[in-house]
């Protein structure tokens, strides 16, 4: 078998084997063929395509790369969800909680953010003393015991998507869907969980752009889950304008817990209710949605969901005392109201612009080892088809330094405010399983 042979099948629109995908897989995850005819190979890939069998194959050979999380010995239905990124997205610190809450067993792997989408680990990492890693068996035992436990990917965990993904960024191949879904469900099947909830997220704030390219996006996952055997449900959700109005690592903490309290955002909130409903029923918990939010809600009511993050945090070494006391959080040096500019609607907040602007803030990093600072950040005040009027504050801005005029002027571009009121956006546009 030769890689030229397949870069040329693949490059006239042909459908590779399984030996074949096998073949260039373990190659480059071993060492044995080089990035360039790689990168070729994924180039051809992005203008031809993959079927849905070969996507599946994809997803095996990365996923047969390294190590899989063995969760049998966790008592009952495990369940696990994955966001496809976006700006102020703090769901996994309050639906967890919700769904454990409620019953579920939550097993979850997160990782970091990069750019202007926010990492789960990052965040939790604002908790001081929170540890994200710990060893397989405490790992399940927490689990068994407390119904939930959060920690950073095993770097043996399918190794071929790291290597595949850090050439992908480099030769502008990421926007590819079989790579994409490739790409997250070989992690997602690898940390072993027996269902998997996705929120696939379109807009500005998000990789794919429209709910039409999420919707292609989420079907080719739910492919691989069938292809898997693995309940597999998706909600495409908007993107186009930040998730709450928290953005910055402390500052979602915070907004998290307030949601917990039965204090957050109406948005925010919806997304945990809609996501938390789903992941209920692929538990066996609820038998539909309606059934499903009222346990949610219930649990918020009475305590036991923010309980649930308490005792997590507190068994994973974090400091639980910053979350019943949330200014103890870490602080930023200064905070600075903006105001508007102008009186009239909000047509959009551009999320991509802010979560660019928060990362100049020092709340997300261009490579990950960069360092992030926890406590800076952005919170709105309004949000999409608000009223304001001029001289009334859009945002706050958390800071350690003295904002630049130059931040100032990319900050009011990312709003666009008009005379004509506006309909609100739905926040989810689709459900499917």
Same mark, same amino acid.
């Given at each position: 078998?030769?890689?030229?042979?397949? /870069?040329?099948?693949?490059?006239? =629109?042909?459908?590779?084997?399984?030996?074949?995908?096998?073949?260039?897989?373990?190659?480059?995850?071993?060492?044995?063929?080089?990035?360039?005819?790689? @990168?070729?190979?994924?180039?051809?890939?992005?203008?031809?395509?993959?079927?849905?069998?070969?996507?599946?194959? +994809?997803?095996?050979?990365?996923?047969?790369?390294?190590? !899989?999380?063995?969760?049998?010995?966790?008592?009952?239905?495990?369940?696990?969800?994955?966001?496809?990124? *976006?700006?102020?997205?703090?769901?996994?610190?309050?639906?967890?909680?919700?769904?454990?809450?409620?019953?579920?067993?939550?097993?979850?792997?997160?990782?970091? =953010?990069?750019?202007?989408?926010?990492?789960?680990?990052?965040?939790?990492?604002?908790?001081?003393?929170?540890?994200?890693?710990?060893?397989?068996?405490?790992? +399940?035992?927490?689990?068994?015991? $407390?119904?939930?436990?959060?920690?950073?990917?095993?770097?043996?965990?399918?190794?071929?998507?790291?290597? $595949?993904?850090?050439?992908?960024?480099?030769?502008?191949?990421?926007?590819?869907?079989?790579?994409?879904?490739? @790409? /997250?469900?070989?992690?997602?099947?690898?940390?072993?969980?027996?269902?998997?909830?996705?929120?696939?997220?379109?807009?500005?704030?998000?990789?794919?752009?429209?709910?039409?390219?999420?919707?292609?996006?989420?079907?080719?996952?739910?492919?691989?889950?069938?292809?898997?055997?693995?309940?597999?449900?998706?909600?495409? @959700?908007?993107?186009?304008?930040?998730?709450?109005?928290?953005?910055?690592?402390?500052?979602?903490?915070?907004?998290?817990?307030?949601?917990?309290?039965?204090?957050?955002?109406?948005?925010?909130?919806?997304?945990?209710?809609?996501?938390? @409903?789903?992941?209920?029923?692929?538990?066996? &918990?609820?038998?539909?949605?309606?059934?499903?939010?009222?346990?949610?809600?219930?649990?918020?009511?009475?305590?036991?969901?923010?309980?649930?993050?308490?005792?997590?945090?507190?068994?994973?070494? *974090?400091?639980?005392?910053?979350?019943?006391?949330?200014?103890? &959080?870490?602080?930023?040096?200064?905070?600075?109201?903006?105001?508007?500019?102008?009186?009239?609607?909000?047509?959009?907040?551009?999320?991509?612009? $802010?979560?660019?602007?928060?990362?100049? &803030?020092?709340?997300?990093?261009? !490579?990950?080892?960069?360092?992030?600072?926890?406590?800076?950040?952005?919170?709105?005040?309004?949000?999409?088809?608000?009223?304001?009027?001029?001289?009334?504050?859009?945002?706050?801005?958390?800071?350690?330094?003295?904002?630049?005029?130059?931040?100032?002027?990319?900050?009011?571009?990312?709003?666009?405010?008009?005379?004509?009121?506006?309909?609100?956006?739905?926040?989810?546009?689709?459900? /499917?399983?």
């Amino acid at each position: 078998m030769q890689i030229l042979d397949i /870069i040329e099948k693949k490059k006239q =629109g042909f459908e590779l084997s399984k030996e074949e995908i096998d073949y260039f897989v373990s190659g480059y995850t071993e060492n044995r063929l080089p990035d360039y005819q790689i @990168s070729a190979l994924l180039m051809a890939i992005c203008l031809q395509s993959m079927t849905a069998r070969e996507t599946a194959d +994809l997803t095996a050979a990365m996923l047969n790369s390294g190590e !899989r999380m063995d969760l049998s010995k966790i008592q009952g239905i495990t369940c696990d969800k994955h966001s496809t990124g *976006g700006v102020g997205d703090k769901t996994t610190l309050a639906l967890t909680p919700m769904v454990v809450a409620c019953g579920a067993r939550v097993a979850k792997m997160s990782g970091r =953010g990069l750019g202007h989408t926010g990492g789960t680990l990052d965040k939790l990492e604002a908790i001081k003393g929170f540890n994200v890693q710990m060893s397989e068996e405490a790992f +399940l035992n927490q689990v068994n015991t $407390l119904g939930l436990a959060i920690i950073g990917q095993s770097k043996n965990l399918v190794p071929a998507d790291k290597k $595949l993904y850090a050439l992908r960024d480099v030769t502008a191949t990421v926007q590819s869907i079989p790579l994409i879904a490739s @790409s /997250i469900m070989s992690k997602k099947l690898a940390c072993g969980s027996d269902t998997i909830l996705l929120d696939v997220k379109y807009g500005k704030g998000a990789f794919m752009p429209t709910p039409q390219k999420a919707l292609e996006l989420a079907e080719a996952m739910l492919d691989i889950g069938k292809h898997f055997h693995k309940d597999v449900r998706a909600l495409i @959700s908007n993107m186009n304008e930040p998730l709450g109005f928290a953005i910055g690592n402390a500052l979602e903490v915070k907004e998290a817990v307030e949601t917990l309290k039965g204090k957050g955002p109406k948005d925010f909130l919806e997304l945990c209710l809609c996501a938390g @409903s789903q992941m209920l029923q692929q538990a066996k &918990l609820a038998k539909d949605d309606t059934t499903a939010r009222v346990m949610l809600l219930e649990v918020i009511e009475n305590g036991k969901a923010l309980d649930k993050l308490l005792d997590m945090v507190a068994l994973q070494g *974090g400091d639980s005392n910053q979350l019943k006391h949330v200014e103890l &959080l870490p602080q930023a040096a200064y905070t600075i109201d903006i105001p508007a500019k102008q009186t009239g609607y909000i047509h959009e907040i551009h999320a991509l612009a $802010l979560g660019k602007l928060a990362m100049r &803030l020092g709340a997300g990093r261009i !490579r990950l080892e960069d360092n992030i600072d926890p406590a800076v950040g952005i919170v709105l005040h309004k949000k999409c088809a608000d009223y304001v009027c001029e001289g009334e504050t859009l945002a706050t801005i958390h800071t350690q330094k003295k904002l630049s005029k130059e931040w100032l002027a990319d900050f009011y571009a990312a709003y666009s405010i008009q005379s004509t009121a506006i309909s609100k956006t739905p926040l989810v546009y689709k459900i /499917i399983m």
